[in-house]
Antibody
Framework: QVQLQESGPGLVKPSQTLSLTCNVSGNSITTDDYYWSWLRQPPGKGLEWIGYIYYTGTTYYAPSLKSRVSISFDASKNQVSLRLTFVTAADTAVYFC?????????????WGQGTLVTVSS | EIVMTQSPATLSVSPGEGATLSCRASESVGSKLAWYQHKPGQAPRLLIYGASTRATGIPARFSGSGSGTEFTLTINSLQSEDFAVYFCQEYKNWPPWTFGQGTKVEIK
């Protein structure tokens, strides 16, 4: 059974860096079958895809966030990480990690429950 | 970027009744459309992909239809566990893949 669990600080100050980790169990993140994505949902708004990473280290980011975001993984811990720099209140959201089956055209077949990050001084 | 619009925003339904949820794309996405169910504090669950294919373990009371720009999720005979938020997602081509704002199905 594939499970994903996000973790990280629930409060980040403006202009600082948001860092989250997604712990994956039941599926190695270094297989060539899947991609690993981060998404977010600001309060009262729809979901926004942030980016993904593939086991080769290939990443792909949403153009709107590309200059501030990086996704990496730690194979030894089977974890995927998200960093978002220079955060503002607009980055306040529930952040999700999810698994997708393709890097070009894909839905998300497994998700974490999400973690709320609030940007505030 | 493709814009996904869902309607209605909220749907009030009595247990045992059916529900029809709509999702419209700003341009054709073919059959590259997925539906998800999301309950507060839980992980979103994939219900439908390819516009009409049920994901593993999804009950037959959930069905998806449509192609191009107009899609429908139908839930027959709602059970108590079906009251949740439902959102659609297009995955026509290169990211960013986009989502609808969601439809909340609440108990009438």
């Amino acid at each position: 059974q594939v499970q994903l669990q996000e973790s990280g600080p629930g409060l980040v100050k403006p202009s600082q860096t948001l860092s989250l980790t997604c712990n994956v169990s039941g599926n190695s993140i270094t297989t060539d079958d899947y991609y690993w994505s981060w998404l977010r949902q600001p309060p009262g708004k729809g979901l926004e895809w942030i980016g993904y990473i593939y086991y080769t280290g290939t990443t792909y980011y949403a153009p709107s966030l590309k200059s501030r975001v990086s996704i990496s993984f730690d194979a030894s811990k089977n974890q995927v990480s998200l960093r978002l720099t220079f955060v503002t209140a607009a980055d306040t959201a529930v952040y999700f990690c999810a698994r997708n089956t393709d890097g070009y055209s894909s839905y998300f077949d497994h998700w974490g429950q999400g973690t709320l990050v609030t940007v505030s001084s | 970027e493709i814009v996904m619009t869902q309607s209605p925003a909220t749907l009030s339904v009595s247990p045992g009744e059916g529900a029809t949820l709509s999702c419209r794309a700003s341009e054709s996405v073919g059959s590259k459309l997925a539906w998800y169910q999301h309950k507060p504090g839980q992980a979103p669950r994939l219900l439908i992909y390819g516009a009409s294919t049920r994901a593993t373990g999804i009950p037959a009371r959930f069905s998806g239809s449509g192609s191009g720009t107009e899609f429908t999720l139908t839930i027959n005979s709602l059970q108590s566990e079906d009251f949740a938020v439902y959102f659609c997602q297009e995955y026509k081509n290169w990211p960013p893949w986009t989502f609808g704002q969601g439809t909340k199905v609440e108990i009438k």
